[in-house]
């Protein structure tokens, strides 16, 4: 049996993924800030990652999920802090779960990495310049890491999801969130399970040709 590492675990798309993966036979792991998850840590602190990934034993396949909207208003308004923490999180902490895993999954020569990153990452939202600048990131670490591991039979994938309905997204404001659902062609929002179906795949076998790309789920929204 495979195992697995979900950051974000315990909500949203990471939940969504949870569960997917259980149901496809692998040992899930999740990992979480919040009580309740197996193993609770902060992806932003990189000495508690180390530990908590060496606690797991072998890991296959990360996916990680955990990640903030940060700050919602012009850019001329965000805060050092704000900006700061937007990316200790998104970014950092990919960086550092990656880090941590893939010396194992090198050696044992499989691993599946999935790094969920946002159609704003390509796009760019407005007044959301911290978490479209940070999704940006995740989508050129994926690339280069991709690229790095080609040949050693460990695949690393993104997503880049539009809005999709999560807890995350429920704390959206309303006039942002209409926005962002006029872009969508389809009309209206995607769900986590829709997202983790994808997620599976990268995850598995069958996703052997495909590495450092970034796989949209928009509803038609892509640009590129």
Same mark, same amino acid.
Request: include cysteine.
């Given at each position: 049996m495979r195992t697995a590492i979900v950051t974000g675990g315990l909500s949203g798309?990471?939940?969504?993924?949870a569960t997917r993966l259980r149901a496809d036979?692998?040992?899930v792991v999740t990992f979480d800030r919040s009580p309740g998850a197996d193993v609770v840590v902060d992806v932003t602190v990189p000495e508690d990652v180390a530990r908590a990934v060496a606690s797991v034993g072998p890991v296959d396949i990360l996916v990680n999920s955990a990640g903030i909207v940060g700050p919602n208003k012009p850019l001329w308004e965000v805060s050092d802090a704000e900006w700061?923490?937007?990316? @200790? *999180?998104?970014?950092?902490?990919i960086f550092s779960m990656c880090r941590s895993v893939v010396p194992g999954m090198r050696e044992q020569?499989?691993?599946r990495i999935v790094n969920?990153?946002?159609?704003?990452?390509?796009d760019g939202n407005p007044n959301l310049s911290a978490y479209s600048a940070s999704k940006a990131a995740v989508i050129g670490l994926t690339k280069s890491l991709g690229k790095e591991l080609a040949t050693s039979g460990v695949l690393v994938n993104a997503i880049a999801p539009a809005v999709i309905a999560t807890p995350m997204n429920a704390t959206t404001a309303? @006039? *942002?969130?209409e926005h962002l659902i006029s872009l969508i062609p389809m009309r209206r929002l995607g769900t986590a399970e829709e997202v983790a179906a994808l997620i599976s795949w990268l995850a598995s076998d069958e996703c052997s040709f495909s590495t450092g790309?970034?796989?949209?789920?928009?509803?038609g929204r892509a640009t590129y």
């Amino acid at each position: 049996m495979r195992t697995a590492i979900v950051t974000g675990g315990l909500s949203g798309l990471g939940e969504a993924c949870a569960t997917r993966l259980r149901a496809d036979g692998v040992r899930v792991v999740t990992f979480d800030r919040s009580p309740g998850a197996d193993v609770v840590v902060d992806v932003t602190v990189p000495e508690d990652v180390a530990r908590a990934v060496a606690s797991v034993g072998p890991v296959d396949i990360l996916v990680n999920s955990a990640g903030i909207v940060g700050p919602n208003k012009p850019l001329w308004e965000v805060s050092d802090a704000e900006w700061r923490t937007t990316f @200790d *999180v998104n970014v950092n902490g990919i960086f550092s779960m990656c880090r941590s895993v893939v010396p194992g999954m090198r050696e044992q020569g499989w691993g599946r990495i999935v790094n969920i990153a946002s159609m704003a990452g390509k796009d760019g939202n407005p007044n959301l310049s911290a978490y479209s600048a940070s999704k940006a990131a995740v989508i050129g670490l994926t690339k280069s890491l991709g690229k790095e591991l080609a040949t050693s039979g460990v695949l690393v994938n993104a997503i880049a999801p539009a809005v999709i309905a999560t807890p995350m997204n429920a704390t959206t404001a309303p @006039d *942002v969130l209409e926005h962002l659902i006029s872009l969508i062609p389809m009309r209206r929002l995607g769900t986590a399970e829709e997202v983790a179906a994808l997620i599976s795949w990268l995850a598995s076998d069958e996703c052997s040709f495909s590495t450092g790309s970034v796989y949209d789920i928009s509803g038609g929204r892509a640009t590129y």
